[in-house]
């Protein structure tokens, strides 16, 4: 079979397992897959750069993606004028005096010479200056998280649409480039101190990295109120609400007889998943223009043999933290998306089982280092991961159906449901690495 007619019939397999849905399930949650099967595809590609083009073994991609969804909350939503009348200058020096201290001990250990002298005035630099950004920094966190803890306590965000706010929806799609800066910022920080590892340890440290950063997400609450969340995020789309009071709108589904609230929604899911589909069409251009370039060929040649592409004068490490820097920013692109879609920022709900292994999984069963291969992948495996479930309860009552109420085995398989989605992704990544070593679409 050509290659090109099975790459086109596997998309199309996945098109028609998403329709499926829609037509027994609900187009609700077909959509649902789609959107997030979109977002997921722009996550598999930002680790496929890494991966795919440069052999970098990133397993901090949560990391990333949850900066991006950071970036979501202070672009799109609106500041919280008495918490920064309360706190937020003060907030603000604090910070300043923490960068000062780290630039200060940094000068001192680059420009001074060896000796007594520069350790002792390495380690003044260090205790005064910790102490005094704690005295600055923690008595305006304080006085933030004191602002109506219930419903904000935190600085907010750059929307200064005041009370319409929620019709600022360009500050929303804004934030997704600035999703993708601000995890490229993390991702230059973190490059230039671990990018020098071997594979191995640069996997620790991008491991230990992204949960240091989940918990900075998680547990400072002035900076986007920790794990009580923010919600109520501003939409690029139109809400229902407001469809469902539209008299055109009314009026063109009904000519469809259809029932305007799932009419509404249907549409909503439907604008979200037009500006995903450019989005991921324009990322995906970029990496395959990128792949065919020369810097792609050189990339690829670093991958095979970093000795060799060194002795022929290129930059390793500095060619690492670009590509580096690339695949992290696309993760936040992603991130900053999927926090829109849901309208809000749960901190809690970052799991690297969820946004790292799962995603490892997508690049690996699509094709590491094909750019349509990750696409597949991500498509796949996030509806595989949504229907593995209720797939497996129906299993379950099938195999349980002749058994007693009280079964013991018959209790403990209904209730093994909820793992069926772990058990059916290391199936399928064993099935694939045993028949497709490399992936359902391999690199040419």
Known sequence: MNETVKNIGLFVVVACLIAATGFIQSWNTALFILNMG????????????????????????????????LAAVLISMPPTTDAWAA?????????????ATVTAAILVQTKMAPGRTKVLSLIGVLIIGFFLYRY??????????????????????????????????????LSWPMGGVLAASAAWLIGKTALGL????????????????????????WLARGVKNVSGLPRPVPYEIDLQESSSFLEFVGSFGADPVTASSIFVKLGYAGLFTIVLLVILTLAQLAL???WGRMMRAIRDNEIAAGAMGKNVTARHLQ?????????????????????????GSYQPLRFTFLIWVMVIVGGSGNNFGSVLGGFLIFFLWVQVEPMGAILMKG?????????????????????????????????VLRFAPRGLIPEK
């Open 87 to 99: 706190g937020g200058a003060q907030v603000l020096l604090g910070l300043l005096l923490g960068a």
């Open 323 to 347: 590509i580096f820097i690339l695949g992290s920013a696309v993760c936040g692109i992603a991130g900053a998306m999927m926090t829109t879609l849901d309208s809000q920022l749960t901190p």
């Open 399 to 431: 195999i349980t159906a002749g058994m007693a109420a009280e079964n013991v085995l018959r209790l403990h398989l209904l209730e093994s449901v909820a793992h069926m989605r772990l058990l059916t992704m290391g199936l399928i990544l064993i099935l």
């Open 38 to 69: 979109l977002i997921s595809a722009i996550m598999s590609l930002g680790v496929n750069l890494q991966w795919g083009f440069a052999g970098l073994f990133n397993v901090g991609v949560v990391g990333f993606v949850a900066l991006g969804g």
């Open 292 to 294: 065919a370039s020369p």
């Open 136 to 173: 600055v920094f923690d008595g305006g966190v304080e006085a933030v998280e004191a602002v109506n803890p219930a419903g904000t306590g935190y600085l907010g965000g750059l929307n200064f649409g005041g009370e319409n706010y929620k019709s600022w929806g360009f500050m929303t799609v």
């Open 198 to 221: 071997r594979s191995d340890y640069l996997a620790i440290a991008t491991l230990g990295i992204s949960e240091i950063i989940i918990a900075i997400v998680k547990n400072e609450d």
